[in-house]
């Protein structure tokens, strides 16, 4: 990334000497320290204190080239694709990425010497975490792993797990690899849709290797002498070891697919809240403003079907995603809860679209003392069939200790699950309730003017997240009350001093990848999705937001995706008592010109 490189187009970007990196670096640090002389001015912070938000235009890219090698060809390519092109200058530029292209050519060491002393490493770190999309390519790649044997050892961002090392010679392959070689696609890798078996280019004398720790990250490997990690993926998170700008047409497309991403469609997600009820059996059931009792004199629990039956109805109707809230009597030992467990096995066999399990998701100790982090639970769930983890509670207790001190301790149960499956494995739940307020400035959290008015006429309100209460208990009798205290309302739950505002972006910088949000007020009343606080949640992050609570009619659905941010909308009742069916919402929203899977 050479700043004066940013200056004029007609520089030449061919292979510099390692004093001319050391003049770089310098001429970085330089520029990042004057930048951090008026950040009183811009309020810059701390790269990982920031919250990332694309601010970017769509059609222009930004280049992280740090001063060594040839990247005119990765620029050529970008613009040949009609892009334009931003270069980093400072640690800023990296976090308000649309897009980040990191081509690297070079020595390990002197990459990350520069990285380090410019401050661009601790913000690439959080691009990175963040899941903001990301191509790496060469260097690019190995610079994400741990660390590297070139002039080292050295230590490399320590994104991925493993340890970049020399190709063996010893059997007769030449090192470096210089030419081209035919990849083996191991899983879904989106930008090398179709690359596989084709050929691309290579230049490089040290590859990073596969290996139980990052299998989850290798999307394609190739073989010189041994099997090396030939791309990586993980989310909106791509690098390559091969030089795509190089491999012809088939690079080209790989470029181009990284560019112009598949559009994420509006997703209709079918939610089914599980619980045991009084006889022991596991249904599906409902509650309207989280009573999910019938009010008659036998106050039986509502029995609206059984879990894996309706699952695979809903898949077969169209569902984009299942969500399982798990509201059984076993949330106080969710490791024990194998009912629950063997209903994520059998749908999985089934039902082909991801699957979301929330409930319980948190550290316990069992009766005979044993302490079971968040971690295992989630791994457990994950090997049962669910792709990801919605946690309510315990992320706004996570939230709250994070905003008062700023530290993330990494010990919550979002924290540890996103560092070991990726954000776009967890869900966080928030639960608010509206609190109408006169004047925003009534309160320390963030206020909207909300269309409905106050009972009193009040023309704005604040929405109060909630927790559940006494969780086991809870799990049998919810109590409904139409108190606006902060003690046991609404189905059991308490209001606690956060707003849903201030825990999305709580949630988004401590590692969520989605945020499922529901209004306690609109639960159950089928009158529509609560507009206010979608658009105020899904214009305050980044990451994808589900649209819960409220859906009584087709319309609904195209409401939301018209007025609001939202990337889904999430129905319960209408789907199981059958009075609005998936399919009639996707013809919907297909009719308004809404672009749906069918």
């Not at 491999?247 to 112009?260: A, E």
């Not at 079918?270 to 009573?291: E, M």
């Not at 948190?362 to 079971?372: I, L, P, Q, V």
């Not at 090997?383 to 001190?405: M, P, Q």
Request: charged share 25%; glycine share 8%.
């Amino acid at each position: 990334m050479a700043a004066a490189a940013a200056a004029t187009t007609t520089q030449m970007d061919n292979t510099r000497s390692l004093s001319s990196i050391s003049s770089t670096s310098s001429l970085l640090f330089t520029r990042t320290n004057e930048f951090y002389k008026i950040q009183n001015r811009v309020k810059f912070k701390s790269p990982r204190a920031l919250s990332i938000r694309a601010t970017s235009s769509d059609s222009v890219v930004t280049l992280l080239d740090y001063g060594a090698g040839n990247v005119r060809s990765v620029r050529n390519a970008i613009r040949h694709l009609g892009f334009g092109i931003k270069d980093v200058q400072t640690p800023e530029d990296i976090l308000n990425a649309n897009r980040l292209i990191f081509p690297g050519v070079g020595a390990f060491a002197a990459a990350m010497d520069v990285l380090n002393k410019t401050g661009m490493a601790e913000a690439l770190c959080a691009y990175i975490e963040k899941d903001r999309p990301f191509l790496g390519i060469c260097l690019g790649l190995q610079l994400l792993f741990q660390s590297s044997e070139e002039n080292g050892p050295v230590n490399g961002l320590g994104l991925i797990p493993g340890v970049v090392g020399r190709f063996d010679s010893s059997n007769g392959f030449r090192v470096p690899q210089i030419g081209w070689n035919a990849l083996q696609i191991t899983k879904d890798s989106e930008i090398l849709d179709d690359v596989g078996d084709h050929h691309v280019y290579f230049v490089h004398s040290y590859r990073a290797m596969p290996s139980d720790d990052n299998k989850e990250w290798v999307s394609s490997t190739c073989n010189y002498g041994d099997n090396f990690i030939a791309s990586v993926r993980r989310g909106n998170v791509h690098a390559v070891q091969f030089h795509p700008e190089k491999s012809g047409d088939v690079g080209l497309s790989v470029l181009r697919r990284f560019l112009h991403p598949k559009t994420n469609i509006p997703k209709v997600i079918a939610c089914l809240d599980v619980r045991a009820n009084d006889k022991g059996d596991l249904v599906v059931t409902k509650g309207d403003q989280y009573d999910v009792r019938e009010h008659t004199k036998e106050n039986e629990v509502r029995n609206l079907g059984k879990p894996v039956e309706l699952a695979r109805q809903y898949y077969k109707e169209g569902a984009d995603e299942i969500s399982f809230l798990n509201i059984t009597g076993f949330r106080d030992f969710p490791l024990g809860d194998l009912p629950m467990l063997q209903v994520l096995r059998l749908t999985s066999e089934n039902v082909f679209v991801p699957l979301t399990v929330g409930g319980g998701i948190r550290d316990f100790t069992d009766a005979n003392g044993r302490h079971y982090s968040s971690l295992e639970v989630a791994s457990e769930y994950f090997r049962s069939g669910a792709d990801k983890i919605s946690i309510g509670s315990d992320a706004v207790y996570a939230a709250e200790d994070y905003l008062k001190t700023g530290v993330k301790t990494g010990k919550s149960s979002l924290e540890q699950i996103s560092r070991v499956y990726g954000n776009q494995a967890v869900v966080v739940s928030i639960d608010p309730r509206r609190v109408y307020i006169t004047h925003p400035n009534d309160v320390e959290f963030k206020a909207v003017r909300v269309t409905d008015l106050g009972p009193n006429g009040e023309e704005y309100a604040w929405y109060q997240c909630t927790v559940g209460i006494l969780c086991f208990i809870v799990t049998f009798l919810f109590v409904h009350t139409a108190t606006q205290s902060d003690k046991a309302v609404n189905g059991g739950r308490e209001g606690r001093p956060i707003g849903a505002y201030e825990l999305a972006k709580a949630v988004e910088d401590l590692g969520a990848g989605e945020i499922l949000l529901n209004c306690i007020d609109c639960d159950g009343q089928g009158k529509g999705f609560d507009m206010d606080l979608i658009k105020l949640i899904s214009d305050a992050v980044s990451i994808p937001v589900i649209a819960s609570s409220g859906a009584g009619a087709v319309e609904h659905f195209s409401d939301v995706f018209r007025k609001t941010n939202a990337s889904a909308a999430l129905a319960a009742g209408i789907f199981h008592r059958k009075e609005v069916p998936i399919q009639s919402v996707k013809e919907h929203l297909y009719k308004e010109g809404i672009e749906v899977r069918i």
